[in-house]
């Protein structure tokens, strides 16, 4: 069993920036492809950004590509989600996924088996 825990969620005005963190359990994270997944209200979960077990390979939405950082520190067992000129429309609950079967999780929320229970983000215009 995999447990997510996400933090670095919070109140920001637009234009800036956040750090979100997703700490997970087990001995294994090197094994783990990590994802995060944002839902806004009335609207269904969407991909932000994944990473590969080894970090080598990421991916991101079109609507954050180039503001966005996905980033995993094996060491620590955490992934990150940098999130830099922050916009309105970005404000959802961000959450963390792990899947613990395929070296690329992907922007297919199915591929993963775990999730976190998720941080709120808000962006103020």
């Known amino acids: 069993q995999v447990q997510l825990v996400e933090s670095g969620g919070g109140l920001v005005q637009a234009g800036g920036s956040l750090r979100l963190s997703c700490a997970a359990s087990g001995r294994t994270f090197s094994n783990y492809a990590m994802g995060w997944f944002r839902q806004a209200p009335g609207k269904e979960r969407e991909f932000v950004a994944g990473?590969?077990?080894?970090?080598?390979?990421?991916d991101y939405a079109d609507s954050v590509k180039g503001r966005f950082t996905i980033s995993r520190e094996n060491a620590k067992n955490t992934v990150y989600l940098q999130m830099n000129s922050l916009k309105p429309e970005d404000t959802a609950v961000y959450f963390c996924?792990?899947?613990?079967?395929?070296?690329?999780?992907?922007?297919?929320?199915?591929?993963?088996?775990?999730w976190g229970h998720g941080t709120q983000v808000t962006v103020s215009s």
């Open positions: 996924a792990a899947t613990t079967t395929r070296y690329y999780g992907g922007s297919n929320s199915a591929h993963y088996d775990y």
């Open positions: 990473i590969s077990w080894s970090g080598g390979s990421t």
